[in-house]
């Protein structure tokens, strides 16, 4: 990431998973981020689930999908 120019990352644990906190971590964070983690998809069955945040952060222009899990927006 790190030769992407990506420096920041909010995070957000899948039990965590809101609207509202990913437009903490996009609108409103005191740290100026470059994109959302979205952290322990991979361990429970959350795919299903995950999609609708994956998709709200995409339209932001961000890049990844829900097979990688991590989902990256640029600002």
């Known amino acids: ?5 990506i420096k920041t990352l909010g995070y957000i644990f899948d039990d965590s998973e ?3 906190n990913i437009d903490y971590y996009m609108k409103a964070s ?8 979205f952290d322990n998809e991979g361990s429970i069955d959350n ?24 989902t990256i927006t640029r600002r």
């Open 1 to 5: 990431m790190k030769n992407k120019g």
């Open 18 to 20: 809101s609207f509202a």
């Open 30 to 37: 005191p740290v100026s981020t470059d994109g959302i983690l």
């Open 47 to 70: 795919l299903a689930n995950f999609k609708q945040y994956a998709e709200y952060v995409h339209s932001f222009g961000g890049m990844g999908s829900t097979s990688t899990l991590v």
